[in-house]
């Protein structure tokens, strides 16, 4: 069984960092890709970042250059470092965790979100 919990959201000026954390309970972490999306109000769930089984980071058009994703298998941790932060990166992110990575949201097993707000 997966279980995704997030942490780290929160609010912060534009310009300013986050770190977003999300630990894996589960026992398949190590083979899964995982991954990080993003629903603003009134709008659908996007892709932001995602990282293979095997380390291979892949990101959206939007923050590429300003968003780290990186994992740490012994800690079962996935990581998403927001630098440069812009007050439409707003939103409630998701963990979320499949077998292979891909950018749409049919992603079996997903943490119930945490909130990101950015003023400008």
């Known amino acids: 069984q997966v279980q995704l919990v997030e942490s780290g959201g929160g609010q912060e000026q534009a310009g300013g960092s986050l770190r977003l954390s999300c630990a894996d309970s589960?026992?398949?972490?190590?083979?899964?890709?995982m991954g990080w999306f993003r629903q603003a109000p009134g709008k659908e769930r996007d892709f932001v970042a995602a990282i293979s089984w095997n380390g291979r980071p892949d990101y959206a058009d939007s923050v590429k250059g300003r968003f780290i994703i990186s994992r740490d298998y012994a800690k079962n941790t996935v990581y998403l470092q927001m630098n440069g932060l812009k007050p439409e990166d707003t939103a409630v992110y998701y963990c979320?965790?499949?077998?292979?990575?891909?950018?749409?949201?049919?992603?079996?097993?997903w943490g119930q979100g945490t909130q990101v707000t950015v003023s400008s």
């Open positions: 979320a965790a499949n077998i292979a990575l891909i950018r749409t949201t049919a992603w079996p097993y």
């Open positions: 589960g026992r398949t972490f190590s083979g899964h890709a």
